[in-house]
Structures are given as C-alpha cells and as structure tokens.
C-alpha cells in the first residue's frame, strides 16, 4: 500500500503518491539548484511549475486521480533533464544554432497588442508581417462599413490571451522545456530589467508603444467620424426609402378600388388578387405584411438620425409583430388552398360554322368596349387570344377553347363549361369580344378563351389593327392589319403583293 501526498503546483491541488513525490521533490531541487545564481529564478521556477501543473492535467482521467511515478517520468521526458539544458550564458549569447520548431498555438499576444493582441497572434501563427496584418484589419473595416470590427470582436472574445512561458512559447512553436522556459523568462526580464549604455529601453519602449498608439487613437478617432456620417447617410436613405414606400401602401389602402386604372378598367378587375376572398380583405393582408417591415426600416432610419429617439413601446412592438405573422400565416393558408384549387386544368371545346356569301370581304376586328353594361353578377376576365388557320372547304368555323382550372380534372371541365364567351357577325362583319364572362365566385387569372378562325382560302379577309394585340401565334406581320389578305402558299399576304406575285409569273 502506497503513501500519497497532497501537493500544490501553480496553485494546482495534485494526489501524488510518495514514490513520485520524492523524484518530483528531487528533479525540481535539481533544477533550482542549477538557477542558484540567476536573478530571475523565480519566475523560471513559476513557470516551470505552472508546466508541470499543465502536464499532470493533461495526463489526468478524472480529477481525483493520483499522480504515479511514470507519469512523472513521462513529464521529465517532455521537460528534460535539468544537466542536459544547462545553459551556459557565454555560450548562449555566442552560438548560432537554430531551435526546433513545433506546431503552433492560436493566443492572443497581449505583450505586443494595442487593441486586443489578435493581430499580434495571428502574427506568429501565420507568419505574417504583423504590420500587414494591422492595415488589412484596417482597410477591410472601412470598405465593409464596420463588419469587420464585429469579426475582430468575436476572435477577441474566442482566443485565449498568452499569459503564461508555456503558453507564449506554444505561440511561437517552441518546445515547452527547461531550455526554452529558462531562455524566455531571461528574455523577458532583461527586456524590463536590463539597462545598457545609460538608456532605458523599458522608458523608450513605453514610449515609442505610447506614440504608435497616440497615431491608432487618431486614427480611431477619424474611423469614428467616417462611421458616424455612414450612419446619418444610410439613415437618410432609408427614411426616403421607407417613407415613399409606407405612403404608396397608404394610397393602395385607401384608393383601391375607386379609382381606375388609365381609365381602362377597375382595379378590382386586375389579376392582382389570387387568393380566392373579397377584394378588400386581400388589400388589407398584403398592406399588413409589406408596411410592418417598412415601418420598422423607417424606425431603425429614425434611430440612426436620432440617437436619443424614444422607443415605440413594448406592447406596440408585440402587435405589430403579431399582425404581421399572422397576416404572413393567412395569406400563405390561402395561397395554398387557392394552389391546390387550381392544380388541374380542362378545356372546353365550342365550334360554330358560319355561311359566308361568295366574293364578300371578311372584316375582322376586336371590340375594345371596356364598360359595356353589364347587368347579371358575372365576372368579366380580359383573357381572349386569336388565331388565324384556313379552312378546307367554304364555310367559317369559330373554334372557342374554354380553359379553367378546379382542385379536380371533373370540376376544371365544369368550371370551363360555365364560362360564356360571345361574338357578333353581321354583314361579313366578325366582331369578336375582348372578354368573357364566369360564373365562378372570384376571379381566376389562369382562366382564358383561345379563339381558332377557320377562313376559307378563296376568301379576301380585313383585319382590323386592333386583331393583332390579341394574335398569340403572331403568324402574320404588323403591316399585314389594315389592309385587305389573300390567301397563297399557305399564309395570308396583302393582295398587292399577291398581284405581282401572278403579274410576274405570267410574263414569264
């Protein structure tokens, strides 16, 4: 049965049974023995401890567990005998050699750092000049309007700072040994203690530390300034920005509906409601969930121009937010069903012949009468299309291609039965309506009427210019409408061109 001993190391509490007491006991005499004579024993000492401390944890399972004589022969392998890096001081300042290096640490280097000691960290990890690295933290900050501070910030606040000789020779990918700790405490204290040729090196280093940083303070200064005029501009924009679009949202608030649109149509009329409820509950949905975000980039607009802008109020805050998440919810619930109601499509097919009388022109043209009366409750929907074929034999054929949309392919068809679409011809005048009318609920903008005209070839045929907005084959050319057609090699051309056509061919 082993004896174990409590031991503080670096303000460390060990179990360490009495076998490996005695060779610690002995190996850190050895080594205070060999710094006898050097005026910053101590703080070699401290720092050899505080390593060995490092390493008995590092070697630990669990907290309570006792420390055993391998694990101390394991430290003094990492370590080193204390005969085989005695350092001799004239044979160190005189040699040449080059140290082993190991994998760096990522610290901060709070020796050499004027904000933090990132940059001067990132420095010995990556080898870079630290200077570079200070006028790329610096230039990045300006051209991404401060984000970058926010990334210095956080690795501020992520890296463990070098307090420690281990830790600062981790840093610079030095071995942590006897050697490597006694040189960087020598270091170290003849930096702040040593004074040659009557110059204070610690007084010229606090110096020229406190000059460079007189040019960061100003430099800071100037940073904050630009910052402080980005954030009134950008506040002047978005309170612009913000401010026109909140009083547009008012005007569609208030004005839809009562007025007309160039004075072609209502608005109600217009495709803008694909929700499948009353107009003006659509109006109000989308008006909630376009100027809450608005008002609040007019708020943050606000704040910026004003710094001691009161806030709206907590209960303000929570019904605005709920009106907005919920006007979000309906309108995406009816976006939905109204989806899933039109996921099928039908077409209905209706063909008329109309007899035509020999040599007589076929004029064709739109009727453009937006307002006709209308007296049943039926929906008008501007969504009519035109196409030209010939026609085999002598009569004109209107083809009427209903198309409608249903949550089933049965309900489509009746939907698309139900649409009513009508024509006049009168004198071999054709004059085709530019809308039809359904006697579903709401409006369906998917909902149309393709027109196929079936003209019998020998026939000479006028089209009005208005025939060509509603041409969807755009089969013909624009100066082919307002003027007389035949028909030859298998299109419609203008007579003129037909005549010289058959003038030319006959010559020859």
Same mark, same amino acid.
């Given at each position: ?235 002047? $924009? %978005?309170? !612009? #920005?913000?401010?026109?679009? /909140? ?7 208030? +004005?839809? @509906?009562? &007025? ?64 907005? $998440? %919920?006007? !979000? #919810?309906?309108?995406?619930? /009816? ?7 039109? +996921?099928? @499509?039908? &077409? ?161």
């Amino acid at each position: 049965m082993n004896k174990t001993i409590n031991i503080n190391l670096a303000n460390v509490f060990f179990h360490i049974d009495e076998d490996a007491f005695m060779k610690l006991d002995k190996y850190l005499k050895t080594i205070e023995s060999y710094l006898a004579n050097e005026e910053s024993r101590d703080e070699i000492l401290q720092d050899i401890e505080a390593r060995i401390a490092e390493l008995f944890t590092e070697s630990m399972a669990h907290q309570n567990q006792v420390i055993t004589i391998s694990q101390v022969d394991k430290m003094i392998s990492i370590m080193g005998e204390p005969e085989a890096y005695k350092i001799d001081d004239e044979e160190d300042s005189s040699s040449t050699f080059s140290r082993p290096r190991s994998a760096r640490k990522l610290y901060r280097d709070i020796d050499r750092n004027y904000v933090g000691g990132v940059s001067a960290g990132l420095n010995h990890y990556l080898g870079l000049n630290l200077l570079l690295i200070r006028f790329i933290w610096i230039i990045s900050a300006l051209s991404s309007f401060g984000a970058t501070v926010i990334i210095y910030a956080i690795l501020w606040a992520i890296i463990p700072p070098a307090r420690t000789t281990a830790q600062k020779l981790d840093m610079q990918g030095e071995p942590v040994n006897l050697s490597n700790i006694e040189r960087k405490v020598k270091e170290s204290y003849s930096k702040f203690a040593d004074k040659v040729g009557g110059i204070d090196y610690e007084k010229y280093e606090q110096q020229t530390k406190s000059g460079i940083a007189k040019f960061f303070d100003g430099l800071g200064e100037v940073l904050k300034a630009l910052g402080v005029f980005i954030s009134k501009f950008l506040g002047i $924009i %978005l309170l !612009i #920005i913000s401010g026109a679009l /909140l009083v547009g949202l008012v005007i569609f608030l208030f +004005s839809f @509906g009562t &007025i007309s649109l160039f004075d072609l149509a209502d608005f109600t009329k217009m495709d803008f409601f694909p929700l499948g409820v009353p107009y003006w509950i659509q109006v109000v949905l989308f008006f909630t969930a376009a100027a809450v975000p608005f008002f609040y980039l007019l708020i943050l607009s606000l704040k910026l121009l004003i710094s001691n802008l009161k806030s709206i109020g907590k209960i303000s805050h929570i019904t605005l937010t709920g009106l907005w $998440i %919920l006007s !979000i #919810i309906i309108i995406t619930t /009816l976006g939905v069903k109204r989806q899933l109601e039109n +996921s099928y @499509g039908a &077409i209905v097919d209706e063909m008329d012949s109309i007899e035509l009388k020999k040599l007589d022109t076929l004029r064709i043209s739109m009727n453009n009468d937006l307002f006709i009366n209308n007296e049943s409750n039926d929906s008008k929907i501007y969504n009519v299309s035109v196409n030209l074929k010939p026609s085999d034999n002598d009569e004109l054929k209107v083809k009427i291609s209903k198309r409608s949309y249903g949550p089933s392919q049965d309900k489509a068809r009746d939907k698309a039965k139900m649409i009513d679409y009508d024509y006049e011809f009168e004198n071999s005048n054709l004059l085709l309506n530019t809308y039809f009318q359904s006697n579903t609920e709401f409006f369906n903008k998917k909902e149309k009427v393709e027109l196929t005209l079936y003209i019998p070839k020998e026939h000479t045929i006028y089209l009005d210019e208005d025939v060509k907005f509603y041409n969807k084959v755009w089969n013909l050319n624009r100066s082919d409408f307002n003027t007389y057609l035949g028909y030859k090699d298998n299109t419609w051309k203008p007579l003129d061109s037909i005549i010289q056509i058959d003038s030319t061919s006959t010559q020859n």
